[in-house]
């Protein structure tokens, strides 16, 4: 947000040096990220003075320039080549002395250097007012007034304006501030905590008064919770022109184009007093009617920008008897401007339900002035002062008479926050004890009421602009800012309370993982929980009525909170892929929504991905890609991390998976991992195959946290390994093989491992071969081939007998 300063002193007797304003403002909470300079001409024509023109000669070399000499004041005469057709003897005009720097209409400066011009010396030039920057006329040079002094600068005929202008980095809580009198009131409490009273000064309203009563526009409110308030006044005979000089600095100075005079005015007021107004065409409003409602979902309305926009039911509109003319609080109508041919104006100032103006700005993706003070809150208490400042000053300069009296819609007065404050908790929530008579200076220089004084607190009473006072410790919170930070003193000890915590905490479990992954060479991201309601066709879990609906999406791929991890990390993986970042390992932890009957849950989860080759090209290796059997192995790591034990192997049933395995504690699914189906992840442009892990995080703490960790001794001695080649049916699987292995020997086999698989030529139709592997250890003694070889017959015999097995 933009503040002049020379603004501001029109409501406060500030010092000079902007710097330390600045500092003061940053002190009490609005940020000042920066000080620009503004001059109503660029470069504020420094060096440009008043010439008497001596002489005008034909140049003896060029047949349109003139060779003239010029008294520039103090004795000084020079010689200037000037091509302008208007130029004579006697003139007084603008002069651009050796070195002083001008500006095209593009800001771009360019200097004044001595130079000859045909042969003749010009030490200057006699300028335009398009080439001073005063004005668009560029026929010939700015002939000024004969009783001019030579040598006068001529900044100070046309009156340059010089500002300094404050960037704040307004808070959105912060409504009040929304203009150069709310800035102006906090400037005032903070000059008077430093001993400084100033008084603040207030544009005056007195002389406002109804000239005639010729034109009277009726008003009608149909819903005054969306429009608490409303005020309008008419003018007639308005003369629509540029606004004055003063009035088009002041709206320069913080980066608005000046219109028209009327425009301009309601402008001026919403900056200065922070009320938005808007201005009607009376003469296009049909039916001398007002009415402010709202209409029929889909009815279409076109804006000041010329864009036709759909409207919602819910959307509040300024009507006329006939068409709507203006989105209340937000936007105005291409047909009810004001315009060079208006005449007749209807002045609005209203109070429109906050709530109301934002779902409505979002909806149509609009960000006005007057939104952004709609949305965050005004003072209903100041719409029909406000009015009446704008009213007087359309008045003043653009020839206008007031036409009615002021219709002031205010059913049920909005009441000012009560408030009691402790003064046990100012002082602990400050640290440091304020004195009473501290406490209520700042209040009332806050203009926050004192009703009443007991022996712990006060009653106070909290003016209607402040919207975003309601609670003590916001009280609190004001008067901290003006009594200073600066100001709280540190002892000299610092008293903290150490937390139990147990190694178990989610947070340490989440760095000890994301320690693993990262040494594995994964990347951790970060994802938008937002997502769009169209991955609901991709899966059959990811439910419609399941979905958590934003009510103000930004856009439609926004607009639902996401029910899996997986769409999320294929929009990463997609992202990278096509800015070549081919192989791809990353992690996230994050959360999943739902909506059920029974209420709405998040649930916590870990999701990993793998795609492409699973290491970096090197000239010593050759690395693969990142395969199912990889994958597993990283899964599987991450729970002997965490200690976990003892899980049960089930094949994966989710649809987004060509072929999945889930890994399973005896109360919970603790992961899903597998293949992601090729017809996903075509709708994102993956062609490759990728790998996915989802963990449900929830389940894995309490598991981690019920998981003893058993330490054994490392044996003395050895282990003996002996093979089998089985000749299996198709449908077989390895899990199969592993549990009859473990019930057959639950004591000295410690190993089974799968190493190779088989399915071609050289077997019969419907089979497959299987290499397994088994690891035998006695913990007490050493085995011996006998042993060994007596199990392996046990183990023979159950495959051959339940999985119709043969030795290869």
Known sequence: MKISYNWLKQFIKLPEDAEKTGELLTDLGLEVEGISNFQSVKGGLEGVVVGHVLSCDP??????????????????????????????????????????????EKGESWEIKKGKIRGEASLGMVCSEKELGLGQSHEGILVMSDDLVPGTPVAEIFEVENDEVFEIGLTPNRADAMSHWGVARDLKAGYQQQGQVMELITPSVSSFHVDNRSLKIQIKVEDSNLAPRYCGVTLSDVKVEESPKWLRNRLKAIGLSPKNNVVDATNYVMHELGQPLHAFDAGKIAGNEINVKTLEAGTRFVTLDGEERELHKEDLMICDAEKPLCIAGVFGGQNSGVTENTTQVFLESAYFNPVSVRKTAKRHGLNTDASFRFERGIDPNSVEYALKRAALLIKEIAGAEITSDIDDLYPKKIEDFQVFLTFDKVNKLIGENLQEETIKSILASLEIRVNNVTETGMGLTIPSYRVDVQRESDVIEEILRVYGYNNIKFGEKLKLSVANSTRFEDYKIQNIIA????????????????????????????????????????????????????FSGLETISYNLNRKREHIKIFEFGKTYHSYVSGREENKHLALFVSGKRAAESWNSTPGNGSFFYFKGIVEGIFEKLGIQNLSVKSGKSDVFSEALQLNSKKAKLVEFGTVRKSILKKFDIEQEVLFADFNWDAILKTARTSTTVFRSIPKYPAMRRDFALLLDQKTTYEEIEQIARQTEK??????????????????????????????????????????????????????????????
């Open 747 to 808: 004591k000295l086999l410690k190993n089974v491992n799968l190493f190779d698989v088989y399915e071609g030529d050289n077997l019969p139709e419907g089979k497959k071969s299987y290499a397994v592997s088994f690891t035998f250890q006695d913990e007490n003694k050493t085995l011996t081939d006998k042993q060994v070889d007596k199990l392996m017959g046990k183990l023979q015999y159950r495959f051959e007998k339940e999985l119709n097995a043969e030795l290869r």
């Open 59 to 104: 140049h003896p070399n060029a047949d349109r320039l003139q060779l003239t000499k010029i008294h520039l004041g103090n004795g000084e005469e020079v010689q200037i080549v000037c091509g302008a057709p208007n130029i004579a003897t006697g003139q007084k005009v603008p002069v651009a002395t050796v070195g002083t720097v001008l500006y095209d």
């Open 515 to 566: 320690g693993q992954l990262i040494g594995q060479g994964f990347y951790e991201t970060m994802s938008n929980s937002l997502t769009t309601s169209a991955y609901h066709e991709l899966s059959e879990e990811i439910k419609d009525e399941y979905q958590v609906s934003m009510l103000n999406p930004l856009s439609k791929d926004l607009s639902v909170l996401r029910q899996s991890m997986l």
